[in-house]
């Protein structure tokens, strides 16, 4: 299935010169939406992994049914403010300023094995900071799945020599 005929895309949406990717066409086809999730199956079952992370909100779609799926724990990762507890934080630049990501730090333990779940990979910015979160808990790695993946910033490429990235769509942003 071409995951890519179910995503409108929007031009100049939401400024001038953003081509935006709308995943919510595709999770209105319950069909197409089963088979994004089976597929993620499918390549996150022989990573050996105990936890999904995804970031709000957009990865939650995608990373909720994935950790149900698979029997596995979810954590979520938020923006300031969000989440109870004791916090570890990290910060990021953006094209446009910076944002934070928060996680509670009793989530991850030393040895744990995650799969980050994200709805699209762009400038990294968001991906770095949640591998950091991680890893700086004691958390390894096992992967990392997308639906989107912007090529033009040539992120996964640089990525790719330390991570298992797989993606279900590329553009050209």
Known sequence: MNFEDYINVYEDFPKEGISFKDIFSLTLNPEVYQKVIDRFYELAKPLDANLIVATEARGFIFGCPLAYKMGLGLVPVRKPGKLPGEIASESYDLEYGSETLEIQKAA????????????LIATGGTLQAMIKLIENLGGEI???LSLIELTDFHVTDELLKDYNISTLVKYNS
């Open 108 to 119: 991850i333990k030393p040895g744990d094995r995650v799969i980050i779940v994200d709805d």
């Open 142 to 144: 096992a992967g990392i």
